[in-house]
């Protein structure tokens, strides 16, 4: 078929997810690939649009005035009344004409849906085997319907996502015609709740696979591995199939001898695997899919991209920016800040935000999520340029000019800079003298806004150089293998950064400190001993403090908490001491030899290379050398916060000692800022003491014991298995608390905020309840189920197919929850 109305999968390529959605556009991603989608149409959000338009005013006159279930209620109301346009009709007959024996699978393609971050799991609706003009048209009015439901509005107030702003797309599917000895189900590319999350998770389950996706019955789980062989699988007992039937859908009993057997063999699960990969491997990021076999015939009915994994949280990447404990005031101040710019380098790069926590701190060290370093690592762009052939193509496509941001970014960050420094000046001379403590919080939290919109694109340069040095690598690995690392070396050997500047005046200083060989040789135990000591070396003196005036900025840790190089110039005098002790020419003459040797190095490798790959090389080896330079004086200009932050911070703690909350007035950086503000807010600062006491404590018991590298490894806790019932892990973490068991949906209202939820299973219609839950605990469903998506979503934990936990459990009951594990553990209250 083909008209403008309902576009095939072809024909919908050039529409853009604002016109066909997010599931859609998973849909048409994988048909590009050449993965085995059944047949489809689209109809796209400009359709939706139109019926709507004349019911605008009056919609908007009920968003104003009602609450999400009455405005939910109304607006339904309103439009089910209505009848589709003409034309939409005529194309859903001649569809059906068309295709006279053909059922339909009607899906919901919203145009904030399968986002990630926004998966509406299961919120909108999808309609199976649909056949028939009249059933059709039910059918997309059923799911445009569906933006309107009361958990989809509350869904979308939660996400920030207006009302107004969202669009409903259709996909009008061919049905696979799965039997009940055929197999159907869900499979995540990468393993979101289990130990190895290069596995494959399947859930599959006997006939339709709408079974495991609501959650409403248990279902089978296999993990297969990188070779695809089963690492692991869990076998349910399996009493009923969906299948296809003359009016729709209907639930048939199976064989007893059939319930316990594996709705997929070895075989059928490394296909699967396969499947998952296929489509992680065209969307460039892991996938979570919907799949079905009707025969021997395996189908990919929905692919999007995975929204959260289980965390692993390491030092690996975190042990070098922080090597040392960091004090709350610090991190918890520069958190928020970090996670928004690495979201900002995502987008930039084309790649899904990262909703979770990347870093952060445990027993005052930050730990980084390894599991995400990984996922997103091996997606970057260019990440996968590992021979001549694939480089070659990739220049042909358009090579880095394909990637808008490289280009823009340098200049973007510039154009930002001036304002930042004119900020930090004024921040720099403001007068404490007569300010009071609310004023002084004011003006730390006005100097975290402007660090966080300065930081904004500093990650994404970082990224970048990352992703710069790595393709540099490879295009030279492509030529001179043997040599590679050695000439990547030599290519940026004296790129211009400004820490080269900086260790270009302190050597210059050190070569006018070398005129006083009774001066370098001294030690300077503290500031005021160095001091001392200038007072007989003017010039010198003199020069060290334009230095520090200029560079003084610069941090001698991480963590504000620690002194700048101005405040503790000992310590840089130190250096300058180091320099001065090294031969007169030693400086110059390297970095000559170094800078001829670099431009010598890259004349002969572009000689060495194919002409028709020289530009490319000669623009990449330019581009490594400006991001080499840019990361650096972005790094150079971020510590300028320093000063400012320290002041501001200290002010704050010089009046904590005047009300008598505090001893020692750096101390302010051991009270967490949500607390700090609070204490400020109310005037109350009776609870300061001790807690800055504690989190000192804290503090300095971790400097006096090293990080554990794999956090948790180390203090493995026994846990005792009588009282404790394995199910699914749905959602990762843990959470300890009394459980509330509803079994009927008149309990809504009776839920306590932070329970536990027991259920049976959940619904779209259950999501209000995830808000106010600390962890959800059901009866049936697996990973991929409403429970455990929104869970997900939400970040709380959760576990699936607990066998009879509405009645082994009572509310009031006391229980630890596992959601990476999978366990619940009754215990005693406390």
């Known amino acids: 078929m083909k008209n403008n109305i309902l576009p095939s999968l072809d024909e919908a390529q050039h529409l853009d997810i604002q016109a066909v959605g997010g599931k859609a556009m998973g849909l048409i991603r994988s048909h590009q690939a050449g993965l085995a989608v059944p047949e489809a149409f689209i109809v796209p959000t400009n359709i939706y649009q139109a019926w709507l338009a004349p019911f605008k005013t009056a919609i908007a006159q009920y968003e104003q005035q009602h609450n999400a279930n009455e405005k939910s209620q109304k607006i339904r109301a309103l439009l089910q009344q209505q009848a589709l346009s003409p034309e939409l009709i005529q194309a859903l007959q001649q569809l059906q004409q068309d295709n006279p024996d053909t059922y339909f699978a009607v899906r919901s393609s919203g145009s904030a849906e399968d986002l990630p971050g926004a998966a509406f799991a299961g919120l909108h609706d999808t309609l199976l085997n649909v056949h028939g003009v009249a059933a059709l048209q039910q059918a997309v009015l059923q799911c445009w319907l569906s933006l309107w439901n009361p958990e989809v509005i509350i869904y979308r107030e939660r996400l920030g996502v207006p009302d107004h702003a969202a669009a409903m797309a259709i996909v009008i599917q061919k049905m696979v015609n799965v039997g009940p000895q055929d197999a159907a189900g869900v499979a995540f590319s990468i393993d979101p709740v289990g130990e190895d999350i290069e596995n494959v998770l399947i859930n599959a389950a006997f006939g339709l696979g709408e079974t495991v996706v609501a959650g409403e019955a248990e279902v089978d789980e296999f993990r297969i591995n990188a070779q695809g062989a089963i690492d692991s699988q869990h076998i349910a007992q399996k009493t009923h199939a969906l299948v296809r039937a003359a009016s729709g859908s209907t639930l048939l009993e199976l064989p007893i001898t059939q319930q316990q057997q594996p709705a997929l063999n070895a075989q059928q699960a490394k296909q699967v695997a396969e499947l998952a990969r296929l489509a992680e491997q065209h969307a460039t990021f892991p996938q979570d899919i919907e799949w079905a076999f009707e025969g021997d015939q395996l189908y990919l009915l929905q692919s999007r991209a995975v929204t959260r994994f289980a965390p692993r949280w390491t030092r690996d990447e975190s042990a070098e920016r922080f090597p040392n404990p960091v004090t709350p005031l610090t991190w918890q101040l520069c958190e928020d800040g970090f996670h928004q710019s690495l979201n900002y380098s995502f987008q930039l790069m084309g790649l899904p935000p990262f909703h979770d926590k990347w870093f952060v701190l445990k027993d005052n060290y930050v730990y980084g999520n390894q599991n995400a370093v990984r996922v997103y690592a091996g997606r970057m762009p260019i990440a996968s340029l590992n021979s001549t052939e694939k480089l070659a193509a990739f220049i042909e496509s358009g090579g880095l000019w394909q990637f808008t941001w490289i280009s823009e970014l340098p200049t973007r960050w510039m154009n930002d800079l001036d304002s930042y420094l004119l900020a930090i000046g004024r921040l720099n001379d403001i007068d404490y003298q007569h300010k009071s403590i609310t004023e002084c ?93 200038l007072r007989d070396y003017p010039k010198l003196a003199k020069k060290f403090q334009q230095f520090l005036a200029q560079h003084g900025h610069r941090e001698v840790d991480f963590d504000a908490y620690h002194a700048t190089w101005l405040e503790a110039p000992h310590l840089v005098f130190s250096q300058i001491q180091l320099m001065a002790k090294q031969q007169e020419d030693h400086h110059t003459v390297s970095y000559w030899q170094k800078r001829d040797q670099m431009l010598a190095t890259e004349l002969e490798i572009l000689k060495a290379v194919p002409e028709t790959f020289r530009f490319f090389l000669q623009e990449l080896i330019r581009l490594v050398r400006t991001y080499t ?34 001893d020692d007035a750096w101390d302010v950086f051991f ?13 109350d600062f009776s609870d300061i003491r001790h807690l800055a006491a504690t989190e000192k404590a804290r503090y300095q018991h971790a400097q006096q014991h090293p990080a554990a590298w794999v956090y948790g490894e180390e203090n493995i806790i026994t846990t005792d298995h009588s009282g404790e019932r394995q199910g699914l892990a749905g959602s990762s973490g843990q959470a300890e608390g009394e459980v509330f068991v509803i079994t009927d949906p008149n309990q809504f209202v009776h839920f306590p905020s932070g329970a536990i939820l027991v259920a049976k299973t959940t619904n779209p219609a259950w999501t209000p309840l995830f808000y106010q839950a600390k962890a959800v605990i059901t009866e049936s469903g697996g ?31 006391h229980v630890i929850v596992d959601g990476q594990k999978g366990t619940v553990r009754r215990c005693e209250s406390t």
């Open 441 to 533: 919080w004011e003006i730390l939290q006005q100097i975290n806004t402007l660090g966080t919109a300065y930081f904004l694109p500093n990650i994404a340069i970082s990224l970048t150089q990352s992703l710069l040095y790595q393709t540099l690598r490879k295009v030279l690995e492509q030529f001179i293998p043997s040599q590679a690392q050695q000439v990547f070396d030599q290519l940026i050997a004296t790129t211009e950064t400004k820490t080269a500047l900086v260790n270009q005046a302190m050597w210059e200083l050190s070569r006018l400190l070398r005129q006083h060989d009774e001066l370098y040789t001294r030690s300077f135990e503290n500031t005021q001993q160095l001091q001392d000591a």
């Open 629 to 662: 330079a840019l990361d650096d004086i972005e790094h150079y200009h971020t510590t300028r916060l320093n000063i400012p932050f320290r002041r501001a911070a200290h002010e704050i703690g010089k009046r904590l000692v005047n009300y008598g909350a505090l």
């Open 671 to 683: 009270i967490p800022p949500d607390t700090l503000g609070e204490a400020i807010a109310s005037q």
């Open 783 to 813: 990973p991929l189920s409403h429970g455990a998506v929104t869970a997900r979503e939400l970040g709380i934990p959760a576990v699936m197919s607990i066998r009879d936990a509405c009645s082994w459990l009572q509310s009031g009951d």
